[in-house]
């Protein structure tokens, strides 16, 4: 099992952006990615894993200003951004550092709520192949 604590407010993929001089598509998160990636690193395994692998995620963003989260009654943060784009960055963010591919993730589930310090939490489940 791998955990990963990255401190700082869940950032969801932006969509592709396109050069209309060159028709190219590119990265316009490449230097938001640049320190993500650089804090998964420091928790990578010997080898990026190629195994099958579940996925759990928290997303944790801070209350509605002029709101405690002790009298805040609503613990699930059900606005904008939404969970699949979260999901996403940070799967990419995972890319050839955690795991070759994130087509390997097999099981993925997310959670956005409230909390008192922004971070987003991830934990990955390594599971074995065995033959037959």
């Known amino acids: 099992m791998i955990e990963i604590e990255i401190p700082g407010k869940p950032i969801p993929l932006a969509r592709p952006r396109f050069n209309k001089k060159t028709g190219c598509v590119y990265d316009s998160q490449r230097v938001i990615k640049k320190p993500i990636q650089d804090y998964i690193a420091m928790h990578r395994p010997l080898t990026p894993l190629e195994c099958p692998i579940e996925l759990y995620i928290e997303f944790l ?66 599971m074995v192949e065995h033959d037959s």
Do not use: W
């Not at 955690?98 to 939490?121: M, N």
């Open 61 to 126: 963003f801070l209350p509605p200003k002029g709101k405690k989260i002790k009298e805040f009654t609503e613990i699930y943060h059900i606005k904008k951004p939404d969970g699949s784009n979260l999901l996403k960055f940070y799967e990419d963010c995972m890319n050839n550092i955690i795991f070759k591919d994130d087509s390997q993730i097999f099981k993925a589930t997310f959670i956005k709520k409230y909390d008192v310090v922004e971070k987003t939490r991830i934990r990955l489940k390594e």
